[in-house]
């Protein structure tokens, strides 16, 4: 089958799935009873919760009810930092879940956790020291941890920088002894140049985690991170794994990066699928636990900036993969980004809702992306639930070898949510003079709209092309939220550049790729004099989507911006909100959408908000200690309502607020 036919063919098997899947069933309606068991509240990622204690009336008098130091803290970190100078305890990017009175998390260090919903107390700390089982993939990070029981007892799942996936009894925190090994499962077997014991040439382990599992039907699939700096073209494939969640046994893997006569393998041209990797699931997954579904966002092929050596469109990178838990079966697919080589992999997990468009239900899946779009799917067939077009791209990129595909997926709805791209109009213009030092700074930079191909940097000559939205993204891996009551989606976004260096690696070294990139943020930027903003604001926002109707509902500037609006060539200009107060998770309640931002508080400082769904305007504010870490959540605990998220610090915490 050629490259353009799977490409055009969404599922092989969509057919089948419309004759075998049960009928409609319930919306996602987000956490039940007051807990919230999963990373996003529900399995579909909705991070929403019905509770509506704290509300527009009261947010303002939330108090800290307690503070809990991350575990990591109780180490002894000077000791461990003679061994591993790299070592950091900072990213502590946790969502806790909460069970039964139980507040269950991991640290940065991959030790987990279990505190009392109540009152703070550790119940246990477990610590696998995979810290000192050699420096993380890309940096020392854990975002959360999986709940798992069958009635009859109940585990605690996560992964490691060293590439475990660990169970322990969710109530002593004791290694399950009964699944894998003891109670962890080597998540490199079976992975292709993925060996134990191996690292990179940055000293790195080679495949890792930092991304909670998701767990349907007695079925574990957990995320990998595969190291995205790289000098050679052989790399770890990201394939997942879907695990027993009793005994450790592998029940399937799904090759990301087909083989031989896998479907998609013809879209590596020149069999470059025998040493290509990544194209992995490094952010977080949703599941459908009634259709027994789970939802890949996958990443880029290694690697991400240059795809000479792996000429065709890569299926199935930057995609959406849909697969039957149970047995690893591919239902449908869409990929999003033909032959990437700008990073935009998806970098957060897709949200499911039921919708209802022109009059007619829909079982729907919402993809969030870097690049500032939303993509829209039934998410029993894959069929767009708007059309998603082809449309003709750029395609002449001066790095030598590198052959762009010359379309690119445009979904039609819903609008973006983030600026895509760069123009002359797009420079920001709060004075004549500001115009023009904005002017000046991109002389020397290729613009274009979105997917305007990477360029060299030539001395004296064109220093590369200006990427909006930048390699971090639009959206990012705190994702978006969705309202089953309303079937609105509500995501935060940055409005940032990027701009590649590239070099080619040595082949004493070992390198043999013709290109890699350089260090981020070297040689020559665009950048303004005195601190000034490049482009015309919101520098982040908060957008809400109407997904019955594939409108935006509204967007307001994720925050006043005072920084740049004191600046002393802005202050006099009684400018509005410019946002560029971070990006922050979404929570969701009855009544309000709450996300963290990094300055506005009473001291100036980091502070929770709270918006009017209906409008985005800000009804509540509540000033943090510290800035926050991860996403916020939401739990009910002896008939009081808590708000819990971690925050940085010497040592990082998980705070929990209420009313007085």
């Not at 029993?380 to 077009?389: A, K, L, M, Q, S």
Request: aromatic share 10%; with cysteine.
């Amino acid at each position: 089958m050629s490259s353009m036919s799977s490409r055009l063919l969404v599922s092989a098997t969509w057919c089948c799935a419309m004759l075998l899947s049960p009928a409609p069933g319930l919306a996602q309606h987000g956490a039940t009873n007051g807990e919230w068991r999963s990373y996003g509240g529900d399995l579909g990622s909705t991070k929403y919760s019905a509770l509506d204690e704290i509300d527009a009336t009261n947010f303002d008098d939330l108090r800290i009810a307690w503070r809990w130091q991350s575990a990591d803290g109780a180490l002894d970190l000077d000791a461990l930092r003679e061994q591993i100078p790299q070592l950091s305890i900072r990213g502590f990017q946790a969502t806790p879940l909460m069970v039964e009175g139980i507040l269950y998390l991991s640290t940065a260090l991959y030790q987990a956790a279990a505190v009392d919903a109540g009152t703070g107390d550790t119940v246990w700390v477990h610590d696998p020291k995979a810290y000192l089982g050699g420096l993380p993939t890309h940096a020392y990070r854990s975002r959360g941890v999986a709940y798992w029981t069958d009635g009859q007892e109940a585990r605690i799942f996560w992964g490691t920088s060293e590439g475990y996936l660990l169970a322990v009894d969710a109530a002593s925190g004791q290694p399950v002894l009964a699944f894998g090994d003891n109670g962890r499962v080597d998540l490199t077997q079976g992975i292709p140049r993925a060996t134990r014991g191996e690292t990179n040439y940055r000293g790195r382990n080679l495949l890792g985690v930092a991304s909670p599992p998701i767990i349907a039907h007695d079925v574990v699939v957990t995320p990998t991170i595969i190291s995205d700096y790289v000098t050679r073209r052989e790399a770890p494939p990201g394939w997942l794994k879907g695990i027993d969640a009793r005994t450790g046994e592998t029940k399937w893997m799904f090759r990301s990066v087909p083989q031989a006569d896998d479907f998609g393998a013809d879209t590596w041209l020149n069999e470059s699928w025998r040493y290509s990797g990544n194209v992995n699931v490094w952010s977080l997954l949703s599941a459908d636990d009634e259709l027994g579904y789970v939802y890949l966002p996958t990443g880029t092929a290694t690697s991400d900036y240059y795809g000479g050596h792996r000429l065709g469109d890569n299926l199935f990178a930057e995609s959406l993969v849909a697969l039957d838990i149970e047995t690893g079966q591919r239902m449908w697919h869409f990929q999003a980004v033909h032959h990437g080589v700008w990073d935009f992999d998806f970098p957060a997990a897709p949200n499911l809702i039921d919708i209802t468009v022109d009059g007619r239900s829909v079982q729907a899946v919402a993809q969030v992306s870097k690049q500032g779009f939303t993509y829209v799917f039934d998410r029993v067939t894959g069929d767009p639930v708007w059309p998603i077009e082809e449309r003709p791209v750029a395609t002449d990129s001066d790095l030598d070898g590198e052959v762009l595909s010359p379309t690119q997926p445009f979904p039609t709805k819903p609008p973006p949510f983030e600026y895509q791209g760069i123009s002359i109009n797009d420079l920001v213009d709060f004075t004549p003079e500001i115009r023009a030092m904005a002017v000046e700074a991109v002389k020397d930079f290729r613009l274009g709209p979105l997917f305007t191909p990477p360029m060299l940097s030539v001395e004296g000559g064109l220093q590369g092309t200006i990427q909006r939205p930048n390699i971090a993204g639009g959206a990012s891996w705190t994702g978006a939220a969705t309202d089953p009551e309303s079937g609105l989606l509500y995501v935060p976004s940055e409005n940032r550049l990027s701009v590649l260096k590239y070099y080619t690696p040595d082949p004493a070294e070992g390198g043999n790729l013709r290109y890699t990139q350089g260090p981020f943020n070297s040689g020559t930027l665009p950048v303004m004099p005195q601190g000034l903003p490049l482009f015309k604001p919101p520098y982040s926002r908060m957008t809400a989507i109407d997904l019955n109707t594939g409108e935006l509902a509204w967007m307001q500037p994720n925050g006043d911006g005072d920084r740049l609006r004191n600046h002393p060539l802005l202050r006099e200009l009684d400018l509005g909100p410019l946002g560029g107060e971070g990006h922050g998770g979404p929570l969701l309640t009855k009544t309000l959408l709450v996300s963290a931002l990094s300055a506005g508080g009473s001291d100036g400082g980091p502070r929770l908000v709270a918006r009017d769904k209906a409008t985005g305007e800000i009804v509540g504010s509540v000033d943090l200690p510290a800035g926050a870490i991860g996403t916020p959540m939401t739990y009910r605990h002896e008939g009081t309502q808590y708000i819990a998220l971690t925050i940085g610090g010497e040592v990082p915490e998980l705070i929990a607020l209420s009313l007085p």
